[in-house]
């Protein structure tokens, strides 16, 4: 649905500025000679221009957009954008100007085109900013509009991730059964199973061993390796906020495979769909996407237990430095900033 339309404004084709040249020119000349050939050759080229002029104003007055696109994206990787135009009597070229580099699309109304964009800057989108161009017949002259659109449902574009070599200190609990990082949690139960040699003695499970008579041990699920709270600090001046946002998501991905019960601490906008709205201005401005600090943020420190999840909390990441987590935290925190000097807080 169109929230805002700019005024139509022209864009002549080269031959139509040779072509206006030119009636100019017949027209002084049939009036000074009084050739009258001249003059009506001069009144059909100014009729011609006329009726492309006029077809493609009217054709791009009452433009719709329906607009569907996922959910998800990621930065630098393509996502299908579904556009249908109604409103209009001619094809008409699309162009994704919230996406900078987005090839432009011919769409037929009411048929639907597909835009492949490239996102290039993490956050959340609910809007995004279409260019609506459609020619005479005669192709002499372009009539063009901008249009912002809000999306169905707000796209989360996720940094990409960063390797970068992870290594989770040592914090082995001191009783039997903790493993790296389990400060106060038990490892999980998987499931029982015979004895094997070079088994641990803490292992020996004696009901079962009681009830089968033979020697028994309990195998562990590395879903008590721990927890991990990973705190993003980003400043807006600072250049390395999508860096900084994309290593804390490979620590998140490397931390949830190998079991760690991972935690995300950042500031999340406050801001609503209406205040985030782009304006226009007109149609000759450049578009230019850049991510911006919220007017109100707060800190929030969800649970993520998969990578899309780590993705979608990164996405919304705002600038900020998140409040820390008190004294006595019962496992690792990690300390990312957008300076690049990220560190374990003991």
């Known amino acids: 649905m169109i929230h805002q339309v700019t005024r139509r404004s022209t864009r002549l084709a080269p031959l139509a500025v040779l072509l206006i040249l030119t009636a100019g020119g017949f027209g002084w000349f049939s009036i000074e000679t009084g050739t009258r050939p001249l003059m009506i050759l001069t009144i059909g080229i100014v009729l011609a221009l006329a009726l492309d002029v006029g077809w493609g104003f009217r054709a791009l007055s009452k433009p719709e957009l329906d607009v569907s696109c996922p959910g998800d994206a990621r930065v630098g990787e393509p996502m299908a954008v579904t556009i249908r135009l109604s409103g209009m009597s001619r094809p008409a070229t699309l162009t994704m100007l919230s996406v900078p580099g987005t090839p432009p699309v011919q769409v037929n109304p009411p048929e639907a085109g ?135 998501g490979f620590l998140a991905q490397r931390a949830i495979a190998e079991g760690w019960s991972v935690r995300i601490v950042y500031r999340e906008s406050l801001d609503t769909a209406e205040q985030v709205m782009p304006r226009l201005t007109g149609n000759r401005l450049p578009i230019r996407i850049v991510k911006r600090p919220a007017s109100a943020s707060r800190t929030v420190a969800p649970f993520v237990s998969s990578e899309l999840e780590a993705r979608r909390r990164l996405a919304l990441a705002d600038f900020g430095d998140p409040d820390l987590p008190g004294t006595g935290y019962p496992g690792l925190v990690r300390i990312v900033t957008s300076s690049g000097e990220d560190r374990w807080l003991t």
């Open 114 to 248: 597909v835009i492949d964009a490239v996102p290039l800057v993490p956050g959340r989108y609910p809007w995004a900013i279409f260019e609506i161009s459609t020619w005479g017949p005669l192709g002499l002259n372009a009539w063009v509009r901008r249009a912002v659109v809000q999306l169905p449902q707000a796209v989360l574009v996720a940094p990409s991730f960063v390797p970068h070599d992870v290594s989770f200190p040592p914090t082995s609990g001191s009783r039997p059964g903790h493993s790296r990082g389990a400060g106060t949690q038990l490892d999980l139960v998987r499931s029982i199973r015979e004895y094997e040699p070079g088994d641990s003695s803490h292992l020996i499970h004696w009901g079962a061993t009681a009830r089968t008579g033979q020697l028994m041990v309990r195998e562990l699920d590395p879903c008590g390796a721990g927890k991990l709270m990973i705190v993003l600090a980003l400043e807006a001046d600072d250049l390395g906020a999508e860096m900084a946002a994309g290593r804390a």
